[in-house]
């Protein structure tokens, strides 16, 4: 039961505290009214949240991840093919599901089925756990009364989705640990090391070669102003995070990052990848195509790629084919123009679409187990650059100070 802290006075008019252990503010009141102490403040006196309890509470507020998402979906989807009405399904989900924010928003989609929507309505009250292809799928299912298909459709691709994902970030480990090493290591060289040599130069009174300055004046500026450099940093970050942000910002990234050495090349083809299985997805399950078009320059999340989608729908839209479209946007390569013009022809894109993905899976695969390779390169270069300035700033002047030392 809450405890409430209370300031009164009694019938004399003396000042009293205490404390109370009631269920409310008002049952405070009476009691101390009951025992002839008139209330002035009354307060509830909150305990101090445990660790585990900031932890709970930390994780109710945790988004769904796309882990959260597959095993919804796959679930639903057993459930639903086994014949369990959709609320009972939800309501198991929810008993199940590990994440409290996930169960909340399952629980408020079988409020809102309870309440007479249907639940694609349901979920796109949730646009921040359900996407738009996610949305669009489920209504599909149930317009054409297929939603366990669509529920396979989905899993099917986040499974996918994820293990792309989990790709990048595993091919990425390597590359990410030596660029942390690098600066820790340029870190220490100017905050330790070049100080201890700077000193010893400083005693013997030498010119110093215009390498040695140099490093000695970067050091110097960062062992004195490092505060200003860790707020520049800062600042930066925040500035650059604001900047992506906005639509420009996000536009321009988005476009850039498919042009960087030995990286670009995957991303192109991961976001050709995702566009070819979201759209065949879209156009199995009976989306219209130009609704399709949309979700998937939803589906893609790369601005950029989407501008040209959307350039794609603008052009259906008015009377032009697909494969017109696709080739006007210049995204695509020959590759997949060719397949989508087949796949009009015979009527089975979404067929084609499935070949296109399969075969820019197997180019992600392929480039991902040899980045690490294809990045060697490049940090040995900026390692031996780093060597080599440093080298030059060190020991030339080491060099001449034994010059100096034999001669004298």
């Known amino acids: 039961m809450p405890r409430f802290d209370y300031k009164g006075r009694d019938q004399r008019g003396n000042a009293i505290t205490g404390y109370l252990e009631a269920g409310s503010t008002d049952s405070v009141a009476n009691q101390l009214l009951n025992s002839g102490v008139t209330p002035i403040e009354i307060t ?40 369990v009405p959709i609320i009972r399904a939800l309501n198991g989900l929810a008993d199940n599901i590990d994440n409290p924010y996930l169960q909340d928003v399952i629980r408020e989609l079988v409020a809102g089925l309870e309440s007479g929507l249907d639940l694609s309505s349901a979920m796109a009250r949730h646009p921040q756990v359900f996407s738009d292809l996610f949305i669009s799928m489920v209504r599909v299912g149930e317009h054409s009364g297929n939603l366990d298909a669509a529920l396979l459709q989905l899993s099917e691709y986040l499974e996918r989705e994820k293990e792309t994902r989990d790709q990048i970030k595993t091919a990425m480990r390597y590359p990410t640990f030596v660029v942390v090493a690098i600066v820790i290591a340029i870190g220490v060289i100017n905050f330790f090391v070049i100080p201890t040599f700077a000193g010893i130069f400083a005693k013997f009174d030498a010119e110093l070669p215009w390498q040695t300055r140099l490093l000695v004046g970067m050091s110097n500026f960062m062992v004195e102003y490092w505060y200003v450099l860790a707020a520049g940093f800062i600042a ?158 060190v020991f030339l002047p080491m060099w001449d100070l034994m010059a100096v030392a034999r001669g004298g």
Do not use: C
């Open 44 to 83: 509830e006196n909150r305990p101090r949240p445990s660790l585990a309890d900031r932890y709970r509470k930390w994780r109710a507020r945790r988004r769904p991840k796309l882990d959260d998402m597959i095993l919804f979906a796959r679930q639903l989807y057993t459930l639903m093919r086994s014949g």
């Open 236 to 393: 930066g970050i925040l500035a650059v995070r604001g900047w992506l942000k906005t639509q420009k910002g996000r536009l321009i990234w988005d476009r850039y990052k498919l042009k960087l050495p030995a990286v670009g090349i995957i991303l192109h083809q991961a976001l050709l990848q995702r566009f070819a299985t979201a759209f065949a997805v879209t156009q199995r399950a009976g989306v219209p195509l130009i609704q399709g078009l949309t979700v998937v320059a939803n589906a893609v999340d790369n601005a950029y790629v989407e501008q040209h989608i959307n350039g794609m729908r603008t052009g259906v839209e008015q009377g032009e084919s697909l494969t017109r479209t696709a080739t006007q946007s210049g995204m695509f390569t020959p590759l997949i123009l060719q397949m989508i013009a087949v796949g009009e022809e015979t009527g089975a894109v979404d067929e084609m679409l499935d070949n296109i993905a399969v075969f820019y899976g197997r180019e992600v695969d392929y480039r991902l187990k040899y980045l690490s390779s294809a990045l060697e390169p490049i940090l040995i270069v900026v390692l031996g650059a780093m060597v080599f300035i440093l080298a030059l700033g």
